[in-house]
């Protein structure tokens, strides 16, 4: 697909992206905030308190897909070249080190806290956590985007080389078997059908894709409704969870639930994110939290989970 004027490599930031990056990162504060609260201190919420903090959690899952779907507007214009050296010289390492120094950070914070014994098998036990994905559980979107950056120059090909009508039907595959299927299963109803992917993020990527060039067409009328429409469905079956209706409700609201892709559509529409006017530059106090979002999300997780 032919890329946006002014969206080539020498990057142009756009604002809309800047403002939902913003918007992302708070809605993970929230998020974080909220879930922490609510599971570490169980016993000072009433049991409205806890649905209501529940519903906020689930409503707050749109922030990593909008996340995802930037860089795939960004990453995945045939403009830009995303080579298999650039990622293993520059989007990878970046990744790595975050990963290695916070998850060396925090094991440094557990031994202090736990007063362990500092020896050789205590230090050791760090690099073994990063190895294995055991360390705090937030740090699985450094693993995420590692696992995401690997195959990024295929992704790029994809998007590069691929007709409308192709780009449409990847997605709706995607939907339809990592999102519609599992939500079969939750009601005994088996399928053999499968795909050979096993995630939903790539989704993700190519939906911030579509939705920038044109692929998909989706106003900001429409944009609203799939927002209140994915928002009604999570916190309709964020009740029917807490009430016992049902057991199995991470499909209606996890990331790879028609209802939060919903949602994401409908974010990144209503920021201005969708339907590509030509890019313009930032204002001068944007590019900042732009070229340093990565960062900045890493760093409120790491802040608000720590502190709790």
Excluded: D
């Excluded at 096993?198 to 067409?217: D, H, N």
């Excluded at 892709?261 to 990144?268: D, T, Y």
């Amino acid at each position: 697909m032919r890329a946006e004027a002014g969206t080539s490599a020498n990057t142009f930031r756009v604002h809309s992206f800047s403002y939902l990056r913003a918007a992302a990162c708070l809605a993970i504060v929230l998020l974080h905030t909220v879930f922490c609260a609510v599971s570490l201190f169980p016993e000072e919420a009433s049991a409205t308190q806890a649905l209501l903090s529940n519903i906020v959690v689930n409503n707050m899952m749109w922030a990593v897909p909008c996340f995802l779907m930037v860089s795939g507007a960004l990453l995945l214009n045939p403009e830009r070249p995303v080579t298999v050296k650039k990622c293993l010289t520059k989007y990878i390492p970046r990744m790595l080190i975050a990963l290695v120094v916070f998850c060396l950070l925090f094991r440094a914070l557990e031994i202090l806290v736990n007063h362990e014994p500092v020896h050789a098998e205590t230090l050791l036990s760090g690099f073994y956590e990063i190895f294995s994905g055991t360390s705090w559980s937030h740090v699985w979107y450094l693993y995420l985007m590692i696992g995401i950056y690997l195959l990024l120059p295929f992704y790029h090909k994809i998007a590069s080389n691929s007709t409308a009508g192709e780009l449409r039907y990847l997605m709706i595959v995607y939907v339809i078997f990592l999102s519609l299927v599992p939500v079969l299963k939750t009601f005994g109803i088996s399928v053999g059908f499968y795909i050979c992917v096993s995630t939903i993020y790539p989704f993700y990527l190519f939906c911030g894709y579509a939705l920038r060039q044109g692929v998909w067409r989706v106003n900001r009328g429409l944009g609203l409704l799939f927002l209140l429409i994915g928002t009604a469905a999570v916190v309709l079956f964020t009740v029917l969870k807490e009430n016992g209706t049902i057991k199995a409700a991470g499909v209606f609201y996890g990331y790879s639930s028609i209802f939060v892709i919903l949602q994401s559509i409908g974010v990144f529409t209503l920021f201005g994110c969708a339907a590509a006017k030509p890019a313009h530059r930032e204002k001068k106090n944007l590019p900042a939290f732009s070229a340093s979002s990565f960062w900045r999300l890493i760093n409120v997780r790491s802040a608000f989970i720590s502190s709790t």
